[in-house]
């Protein structure tokens, strides 16, 4: 039987290609010279996307009458036009659990790495500055109260480490969830103004673009800290700058950027910051978890079958 053809967009873990190779026609994007040629000829025939954070707007979409699934090795999906992959009766699937944990670690780990300036605290070593004094005193995770912003899988996994800090936990989300006690604020203004460290883990996207805004930021006051593992989107870059600059919050840590890979100069330029690439998930261990399941996905509906971690807004079956 001939092997269906599905698209890769990007390059993935080297699990990826040959365990979909077996049962697929793989065409690498990245390394079409002629992708006009490619999606008149081929096109047609594309059964599946797969990629690594995929970015799949409606034109692509439309581009593959037989197309039947993207599978995103990822758990966030903001690149995804869903609304377009629903319409034409295409599954989109992500890579939700297997990469919680890692997340949540990180996400505790650029929490303290900002209270307690470790990367700055290194820098001073390296440069052979301790012998001339001790390392400044630094803020404290002690005696903080913590709001997250998104108490879902990797929110509630941020969560539990940091009951073993001894810090109130709250949450904000569109709703107040009954399986947990921590507490619900349905407002993020009114969350920031009673805690004075805030961790956004909400998903992209138009729903959640700027929630984190000056005026949370002024109401998260000048002992506030802000994580954001999440999405770039999140947080409106400009209005955080300032905040840092005029210390109406003391420090910010982030893993991700509103414009990634590009991160404003003045924002690597603020002493109150600490900056990472976009890390969270990124462990050999994890990204291979991620890829394996979204091969699964893959090879699932190939196959026929259902697939394994649909996203709600493309159901399994299709209404096609
Ligand atoms: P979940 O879907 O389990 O959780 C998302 C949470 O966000 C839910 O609790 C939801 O609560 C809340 N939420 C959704 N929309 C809104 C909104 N408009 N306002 C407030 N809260 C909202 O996802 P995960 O925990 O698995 O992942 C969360 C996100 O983390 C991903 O979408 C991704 O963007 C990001 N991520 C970043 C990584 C990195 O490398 N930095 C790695 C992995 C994930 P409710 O429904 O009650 O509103």
């Known amino acids: 039987m001939e092997k269906p053809d599905i698209l890769m967009l990007n390059p993935m873990r080297p699990l990826a290609e040959p365990a979909l190779a077996r049962h697929a026609n793989v065409h690498k994007l990245w ?63 992500n890579t939700p659990d297997v990469l919680t944990d890692e997340v949540a670690d990180l996400a505790i780990g650029l929490l303290l790495a900002t209270i307690r300036e470790i990367p700055r605290a290194e820098k ?6 301790w012998p001339q004094g001790p390392y400044p005193l630094t803020a404290t995770l002690r005696g903080r109260s913590v709001g997250i912003i998104g108490l879902g899988r990797i929110g509630k996994a941020i969560a539990r480490r940091l009951e073993g800090f ?20 349905a407002s993020l203004i009114d969350m920031a103004e009673a805690v004075d460290t805030l961790i956004a883990v909400t998903p992209g996207g138009a729903e959640t673009r700027h929630i984190v805004n000056a005026d949370v930021l002024r109401a998260l ?7 954001n593992v999440g999405r770039g989107s999140v947080v409106d870059e400009k209005a955080l700058i300032e905040a840092l600059k005029s ?3 003391l420090a910010a840590g982030l893993d991700v950027f509103e414009n990634e890979p590009h991160v404003p100069a003045e924002l690597i330029a ?14 050999v261990h994890t990204r291979d978890a991620m ?27 299709p209404k096609k």
Not at 50 to 72: G, H, W
Not at 295 to 317: I, Q, R
């Open 31 to 93: 390394e079409i010279a002629d992708q006009d040629a490619f999606f008149a000829d081929v096109g047609p025939r594309v059964r599946g996307i797969i990629a690594f954070v995929a970015s799949c707007p409606r034109a692509l979409i439309e581009k593959l009458p037989r197309l039947e699934i993207i599978a995103n090795s990822a758990v966030g999906y903001d690149g995804i036009d869903v609304k377009a992959a629903a319409e034409h009766g295409v599954v989109v699937t």
């Open 247 to 249: 210390r109406t919050i």
């Open 291 to 317: 890829a394996q399941l979204a091969v699964d996905n893959m090879l699932a509906v190939l196959a026929g079958k259902p697939p394994l971690t649909p996203v709600p807004e493309t159901p399994w079956p």
């Open 124 to 129: 001073y070593l390296h440069e052979g500055r």
């Open 166 to 185: 001894d810090v109130p936990i709250a949450y904000h989300g569109r709703r107040k969830q009954s399986d947990t006690a921590y507490t619900y604020h």
């Open 221 to 227: 006051g000048p002992n506030g800290i802000l994580v």
């Open 270 to 283: 603020l002493e109150n910051a600490v900056l990472l690439p976009h890390v969270a998930s990124a462990s």
